[in-house]
């Protein structure tokens, strides 16, 4: 999420992600798939159009954030 969040507010896209040929995108969904956070899950699916996640990233990261407190310290599957 750092990487996500780094990218996001620095500079509005996700050049900073492919500049670092970071997955890491690609595993946080799968991290929150594995973990059952759907709410997590569906807003990394709408990554696939950059510009709306970007736009809206603000909007959704207290709440994504939430989703990644409400593991800590729990097992993961």
């Known amino acids: ?41 569906a807003w990394l699916n709408t990554a696939s159009d950059e510009s709306t996640f970007c736009q809206s990233y603000l909007e959704h990261f207290d709440e994504a954030c939430g989703d990644l407190r409400d593991v800590y310290g729990k097992d993961l599957p």
């Open 1 to 41: 999420m750092w990487t996500i969040d780094y990218a996001v507010r620095n500079s509005g896209c996700f050049g900073p992600l492919e500049d670092m040929e970071s997955t890491a995108i690609e595993d946080l969904r799968a991290f929150s798939q594995r973990t059952g956070h759907q709410t997590l899950t």
